[in-house]
């Protein structure tokens, strides 16, 4: 295992090629998300739990994309020996990651779409929720820190408005899940500043994706901004902290809500 590295920042050199590895991938905030870093020249390897979709323009899509349940630590932590053998292996590969982005969440609802609060949810839909939502951000931490400390790189994992609120249709362990990752996130950049690594997380509020539930609109007319955020404007301040433009900001959770914290 490597020693820590003790170097405040590091600037990268103008030809280094960067790479990105991003859960949840398939839709919304990641795919936006993947649209930006591959229009800014990194390599981004997406993640999973299906298989890449044969319509996606992405071009580098299926070379670049593992197929994983993170509900089960088992092919978690197998999906994070693969993703090492990727930065470790072929073409231009240098053991370095520069970006990890913990994006992958989910929220189960009741048979009706409705909210499950603490009374409605069961033991084995609280693991679950936890296993995805907070769990898999350490497991593949965990898996991939030298990669990490090589590239003196990034972590951001997304959190929630919800994580610090009730929220009319995100349920109890979504919300709960949420919360313990925004503490985690804080544990994290202290444990992994003094590899070079920076941990930082973003909260984004109602973001208008394919998953909006009924009545959103409601929510719209408390927002200051009065209006839905856009993917791409979470995908941009992933990207910001995911940079030297961001090189000393580390624990801290960036509000994306047009005020709605306010």
């Not at 690594?197 to 927002?223: C, F, H, Q, Y």
Request: aromatic share 6%; hydrophobic share 40%; with cysteine.
């Amino acid at each position: 295992m490597a020693e820590p590295n003790h170097i405040a920042s590091k600037n990268l050199d103008e030809g280094e090629k960067r790479t990105l590895i991003l859960t949840g991938a398939s839709r919304g905030i990641g795919h936006a998300t993947v649209k930006r870093f591959s229009s800014a020249g990194w390599r981004v390897i997406t993640c999973s739990r299906h298989a890449f979709p044969e319509n996606c323009p992405w071009a580098a899509g299926p070379e670049d994309h593992i197929q994983v349940d993170l509900s089960d630590p088992a092919d978690t932590a197998r999906a994070a020996g693969e993703m090492r053998d990727r930065l470790n292996s072929g073409n231009g590969a240098d053991g370095k990651l520069h970006a990890l982005v913990n994006n992958a969440a989910i929220s189960p609802k009741g048979p009706n779409g409705e909210r499950l609060g603490t009374l409605e949810s069961g033991m084995d839909l609280w693991r679950q929720v936890f296993e995805v939502n907070l769990f898999s951000t350490i497991w593949l931490a965990q898996g991939l820190k030298n990669e990490l400390a090589k590239a003196h790189g990034a972590i951001v994992n997304v959190t929630s408005i919800a994580g610090g609120r009730v929220h009319p249709f995100a349920g109890a362990a979504y919300a709960t899940s949420k919360a313990a990752l925004a503490a985690l996130t804080r544990e994290m950049a202290a444990d992994f500043g003094p590899w070079g690594v920076r941990v930082n997380a973003i909260a984004p509020g109602e973001i208008d994706t394919a998953i909006l539930s009924p009545g959103t609109e409601k929510i719209v007319e408390t927002i200051p901004l009065r209006r839905l955020g856009a993917p791409s404007e979470v995908a941009k301040a992933i990207y910001y902290l995911c940079t030297d433009q961001s090189s000393y900001v580390t624990g801290a959770e960036l509000m994306i809500n047009g005020g709605q914290h306010v």
